[in-house]
């Protein structure tokens, strides 16, 4: 059992506290002891719930501080209460022997129910991309249902709205999320490949517009190939798919074609930079700035870590 608070990791953290905003809201509402028996999943939860270091810490934290911050828990209608927040929660508290935890129990329909749930996990630390295309997928419909409800004047605006808004909460840009849930096209085993870090991220974007039985022809070509493609042969592979030409003897010959090493070079235009500079800054000067400015996010990402 952990005797200080400091010794838990981030993500037993965000099981045990919330923001300021969150916790004045659960002051307004009822908190109630509900049995874990009356607890049932949230149908689809993309998020995987994982005995790891971090799952033994909440653990620990419950058994001598107790869950501190109540899950939120709507009325199922099979009966009992479904999870929205806090499926992390409930596991550790079956750990922990604890027959009951607190909730929340709030009226929400199955959009903003949706919504709630993707954004109370996902800003948490080891998210597979697997789990974050389907999260992001899911809430991108929660949201495009709501929009339509809200008779925005056209769908190509309530889309566009919509994937903004997803990138907005989640910290990232809106070319990002369309990318990660492209990933939702891909078959299970090579989604799986890319929460192992077999396939990149870029590359497999790229694989997901491969036809199902493209994909099928893949995973045995990368099994007797013993490789996995790179994002030069998967843009290949993709090109090939799109004009009718990939089938099994082109796929191998791309496959079996020696890597040449991607380039990590990245270029920022000075057009793109010179709004945040003095105009009389050279470009050796701004370039001395960034890395500055670089080296001091990472010394705060690493104190960040270390608490």
Not at 146 to 165: I, N, W
Request: aromatic share 4%; glycine share 4%.
């Amino acid at each position: 059992m952990k005797s200080s608070a400091k010794n838990i990791s981030l993500n037993s953290y965000d099981d045990i506290f919330s923001t300021e905003e969150t916790r004045e809201d659960e002051k307004r509402e009822k908190v109630t002891d509900m049995p874990l028996s009356e607890l049932h999943p949230f149908p689809d939860h993309p998020f995987q719930v994982r005995d790891d270091d971090s799952m033994r810490e909440t653990v620990d934290s419950i058994k001598e501080y107790g869950v501190l911050v109540p899950a939120i828990v709507r009325p199922r209608a099979g009966g009992g209460f479904e999870l929205i927040s806090g499926h992390r929660r409930k596991h550790a508290c079956e750990l922990a022997g604890l027959p009951t935890m607190p909730v929340i129990v709030r009226d929400l329909d199955d959009d903003a129910a949706t919504i709630i749930m993707v954004d109370s996990n996902i800003q948490r630390e080891n998210i597979l991309p697997s789990e974050r295309a389907k999260a992001y997928k899911m809430k991108l419909e929660a949201i495009k249902r709501q929009g339509a409800r809200t008779d925005l004047t056209s769908m190509q605006v309530a889309q566009k709205l919509s994937v903004e808004k997803v990138g907005e909460d989640a910290g990232i840009s809106k070319d990002q999320v369309r990318r990660y849930i492209r990933l939702n096209e891909l078959s299970p085993q090579l989604q799986q490949m890319v929460d192992d870090k077999k396939i990149a991220m870029t590359p497999a974007v790229e694989l997901s517009y491969l036809k199902p039985e493209e994909q099928t022809l893949l995973l045995d070509t990368i099994e007797s190939e013993q490789a996995t493609p790179s994002l030069s042969q998967a843009q290949r592979l993709k090109n090939f798919s799109q004009d009718g030409h990939l089938n099994e003897d082109s796929m191998l010959a791309i496959m079996s074609e020696e890597k040449k090493p991607e380039k990590n070079d990245l270029t920022l235009k000075a057009d793109k930079l010179q709004k945040y500079f003095p105009k009389s800054y050279t470009p050796q000067q701004m370039e001395q700035v960034i890395i500055r400015l670089l080296d001091g996010w990472q010394k705060k990402r690493q104190r960040d870590q270390e608490r």
